[in-house]
Every structure is written in structure tokens, then in C-alpha cells.
Nanobody, 126 residues
Framework: QVQLVESGGGLVQAGGSLRLSCAAS????????IGWFRHDHPGEDRLFVA?????????YYSDSVKGRFSISRDNAKNTVYLTMNSLEPGDTAVYYC??????????????????WGQGTQVTVSS
């Protein structure tokens, strides 16, 4: 059974940093693309934030986080990280990691992701 577990969220002041982790079990992490998404309000779709291909040769970012966030992976530890710098109040959301088992090109649409973590809250105060 595939499980993804996020950690590292919390409350931080604007301009601060956080590092989110996404640890996987029940799957060989290194074979799949991983994405981070945010969910701002119930009833709304999850929004793509950042992603990384299975072999880490390419990373992807939404325009709103480009230059501030960095995604990386350690396949030996079955963990993907999202380092969030220069945080802004607008970054406040629940952040989820997700795994796409299709082995296709990287995709930013959350509908294509098969497994999701439980989410971790990030709150940025002004």
C-alpha cells in the first residue's frame, strides 16, 4: 500500500523559510514523478506548486513560487523536499505532495496524480 506523509509545515513570519518533506512507503520512489500542490479553500481545486521528475533531471515551478521555492529528492531515502524561502502571506495554504504512477512526461494537473499525502498546513503571518 502506497503512503505519502508530509511534514515540516507550520507558522512563519513573512520573509521566513520552511522545508517540507514528503516521505513515501510501499513504493519505489525513484520511479515516479512527484508534485507539490496547495489547497487554499474547500471546494476549490488544488493548485500546482512545484514538481520533479523521477530522475531529478527536471524541476518545475508555478510562476508564483519561481525563484523562491526549490524542490529536490533523495531517492535513497524515498523523500522529496520543498524548500520554501521568502515566504509571503499569500503562500498560506495546506500543501500536499502527490505521486504520478503513469511514468509519462511530467504533468501539473492534479487529476493525473494517483496517490496523495494528508497535507501539511503552512501559515505565513504578515
Amino acid at each position: 500500500q502506497v503512503q505519502l506523509v508530509e511534514s515540516g509545515g507550520g507558522l512563519v513570519q513573512a520573509g521566513g523559510s520552511l522545508r517540507l518533506s514528503c516521505a513515501a512507503s510501499g513504493v519505489t520512489y525513484g520511479a515516479y514523478n512527484i508534485g507539490w500542490f496547495r489547497h487554499d479553500h474547500p471546494g476549490e481545486d488544488r493548485l500546482f506548486v512545484a514538481g520533479i521528475r523521477w530522475n531529478a533531471d527536471n524541476t518545475y515551478y508555478s510562476d508564483s513560487v519561481k525563484g523562491r521555492f526549490s524542490i529536490s529528492r533523495d531517492n535513497a531515502k524515498n523523500t522529496v523536499y520543498l524548500t520554501m524561502n521568502s515566504l509571503e502571506p499569500g503562500d498560506t495554504a495546506v500543501y500536499y505532495c502527490a505521486l504520478d504512477k503513469s511514468l509519462l512526461m511530467f504533468r501539473t494537473d492534479p487529476a493525473f496524480y494517483d496517490y496523495w499525502g494528508q497535507g501539511t498546513q503552512v501559515t505565513v503571518s504578515s
